[in-house]
C-alpha cells in the first residue's frame, strides 16, 4: 500500500484555493461565526484567497470554531450541525481535494454516501440486487446514534495517517477536528466527533468507517452502506443474528461507536426492508409513507388558500420541490403515489384561484373563454370542497396545469434504477 509523505505543498496555489471556493460557493452555505456569506467572501476574493495563502504557506493558519445549529429530526430528536467559516470551508474544500482521491480507490465497493460519481440510487440498487439476486433475503438494518458526534479524533488520524504520511496534513486535520464549537456565544470544546456540516467530515466519516466494511468483507459479510445507513445481507436469520454480533463488537469495541439498539434490527425481503426512505420487498420498492407524509406537509405549506400571491408564483415556488422529491424518488415503483400526489395538489392549486377569482362570475367567465355554453351554477369559491367539483375541473383541466408550467410529477418515468435494468 503506498504512503504519501508529501501532500501539504498542493493546498499552497491560489488556482488550487480559487477551485475550492468555487465549489464552497456552489453549496452556497450559511455564514460561520463570523457572519461572512460567500458573497461577501467573494466582494474581496482576491484578498480573501492571498490571505489564506499567506497564512497556509507560513504555518500560521487558524481554523475558527464551528456555529452551532439544532436542527429538529422528523422523527424527533435533534440533529447538531456544525457551520464552519467559508475562509474554513475554502481551505477544507482544498484539503479534500488533496486526499481525496488516495483514499477513493481503496474505499470498499458497498460503500456509497458522499463519494464521487455515487449516490443512494447506487445504493438502493445494489441492496434490491443482493436480496433479490443472490437470494440474501435476511436483513441487519443497523442504526448508529450520532455518528459523527461520536467519531475518535485519534483513531479517525490514525486511519487517514496509514496513507497519508505528511505531518503538515495530519496537523491541519486535528485543528479541524479540535477547533471547538460556538453555541449562544459560548465556547466550548470538541474532544470527539466531526461537525455534520463540514466540507471535510463526509470523508472523515468514510476513512474511518472503511475499517468496518473492510472487516466485514473480510469475514464474508456483503454490506451496503450509505454513511451511516447499513444493510447486511445473509441467507438466513441464524446467519444474520451472527453478522449482527460481529457488526456491533466491531462498532462499539474497535471504533467506539454507538448502536442504536432500537433502531438496529434484524428483518427480511418478504417483510419489506426500509432504506434511504423507500421501502424494498419481494417484488416492488415504495416509498415510505413517512415520506409522503412529508413531502404533502412541505407542499401545503407553499399551497395555503389565503396566500397572498398569484398561482404563477406558487407554481413557482412548488417546482423546485416537486422536482427534488421526484428525482429521488423515481427509483421506487411509484407511478400511483404520483398520480394521488399530484391529484391531490392540483386539487389544492384549485382551491387558490377559485379563492383569487373570489366571484362566481369569473369562473364563469373563464368557462365562456373555453367554449362552454348555457348557465354555470353560482358556487362558494373558497369551498374546498368545490375546489374538484365539475366546473373547477372544466375551468381548470390538468393540462392546464401543465401549460401554466406546474411540474408533471405524474408523468415522470419510475422504478428506472431497479437492478434488472440499471445497466
Known sequence: ???????????????????????????????????????????????????????????????SPVKRVELEKPDGGIRLIGIPTVRDRVVQQALKMAIEPIFEAGFHSGSYGYRPKRSAHGAIAEATARMREEGLEHVVDMDLSKCFDLLDHDLILKAVRRKVADGSILALIRMFLESGVMNHGLFARTETGSPQGGVISPLLANIYLDEFDQHMAGRGHRVVRYADDILIFKGSPK????????AEDYLEGKLELVVNRRKTHVTELQEGVAFLGVEIGLTYTKIQAKKIARIKAKLKAVTRRNTPVNLAKVIRDLNPVLRGFVNYFKVANCKTELKKLMSWLRRRLRAIQMKLWKKPQKLHRRLRQLGYKGEFKRIKMASWRNAS???AHMAMPNRWFNEIGLYAADQVETGTLSPLNRG
Not at 458573497?39 to 504555518?59: P, V
Not at 446467519?239 to 460481529?246: P, S
Request: with cysteine; hydrophobic share 40%.
Open 389 to 391: 367539483c365539475q366546473l
Open 1 to 63: 500500500m503506498r504512503v504519501w509523505y508529501s501532500l501539504y505543498d498542493r493546498l499552497l496555489h491560489a488556482q488550487v484555493l480559487e477551485t475550492a471556493f468555487k465549489k464552497v460557493k456552489s453549496s452556497n452555505g450559511a455564514p460561520g461565526i463570523d457572519g461572512q456569506s460567500c458573497k461577501g467572501f467573494a466582494l474581496n476574493q482576491s484578498e480573501n484567497i492571498a490571505e489564506l495563502l499567506e497564512a497556509l504557506r507560513t504555518k500560521a493558519y487558524r481554523p
Open 239 to 246: 446467519g444474520a443474528q451472527n453478522a449482527l454480533r460481529v
